[in-house]
């Protein structure tokens, strides 16, 4: 059974940082491409950053672009989103994500909030 679990998340800051990590089984992590999404309160869940099987490709939301930093841990099944200069606009619930064939798995989410 494919199971994602996230954490790291809490309140920040504007400015601050805080680094999501999302750990992995159930499958052959290292085979697939691993994504974070987030979903602010009112707002559709949007994409924010992926990275390919083996970390070589990366790609981000423009919004998070020069902010963020997604990586992973193969021996670890981990895969991990460093947030810097975080701002009020990031709040929303995060989450690690992939696709097997037909069907997206997702995480259960971590809240990340941004306020002084």
């Known amino acids: 059974e494919v199971q994602l679990v996230e954490s790291g998340g809490g309140l920040v800051q504007p400015g601050g940082s805080l680094r999501l990590s999302c750990a992995a089984s159930g499958f052959t992590f290292s085979n697939y491409l691993m994504a974070w999404f987030r979903q602010a309160p009112g707002k559709e869940r949007e994409f924010v950053a992926e990275i390919s099987y083996s970390g070589n490709y990366r790609n981000y939301a423009d919004s998070v672009k020069g902010r963020f930093t997604i990586s992973r841990d193969n021996a670890k099944n981990t895969v991990d989103l460093q947030m810097n200069s975080l701002s009020p606009e990031d709040t929303a619930v995060y989450y690690c994500?992939?696709?097997?064939?037909?069907?997206?798995?997702w995480g259960q989410g971590t809240q990340v909030t941004v306020s002084s």
């Open positions: 994500t992939l696709q097997i064939s037909a069907r997206r798995y």
